[in-house]
């Protein structure tokens, strides 16, 4: 038997509170990371809070290949179309499995 020992990171900005206003999640699966759970509270939005934790989220993972799929939830103000092209600004690209984006790390023999 196997035991994997998979790395998971959150990044959050609370209220202050003790409530959390804006999150992103990061899991290893396989030796590849994926960011999920891209979210801000709908009282938060459009004041770049989205734009800022995903910012520290690449700062933090900027030498590992980072995917993420591309399915808005809860009232979904932005379309998933609208999400890729958002995602695209940060340097994230289409593969070949529709709605899944990937953004490569930086190699260090660039
Ligand atoms: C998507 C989401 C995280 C954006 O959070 P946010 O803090 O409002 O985003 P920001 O203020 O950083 O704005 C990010 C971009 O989206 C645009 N935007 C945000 N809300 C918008 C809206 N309601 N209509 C149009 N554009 C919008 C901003 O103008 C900005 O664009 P720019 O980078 O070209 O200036 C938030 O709407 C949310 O939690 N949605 C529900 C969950 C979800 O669908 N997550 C994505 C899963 S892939």
Redesign the pocket.
């Known amino acids: 038997m196997t035991i994997t020992v998979s790395s998971q990171h959150k990044f959050y900005v609370s209220n202050g509170r003790g409530e959390e206003i ?1 999150t992103a999640e990061v899991y290893e699966k396989q030796n590849t990371f994926w960011i999920t759970n ?3 509270h709908p009282d938060c ?7 800022n934790v995903l910012k520290e989220v690449l700062r933090y993972y900027k030498n590992s290949d980072l995917y ?1 799929g ?5 009232n ?3 379309s998933d179309d ?2 890729a092209e ?1 995602y695209k ?1 940060f340097g994230f690209e289409e593969t070949s499995v529709p709605s899944i984006m990937v953004r490569r790390g930086r190699r260090w023999h660039d």
Request: hydrophobic share 50%; proline share 4%.
């Open positions: 804006a891209v979210w801000v939005r459009e004041r770049g809070l989205a734009t993420l591309v399915h808005g939830f809860t979904r103000p932005l609208q999400l958002w600004k």
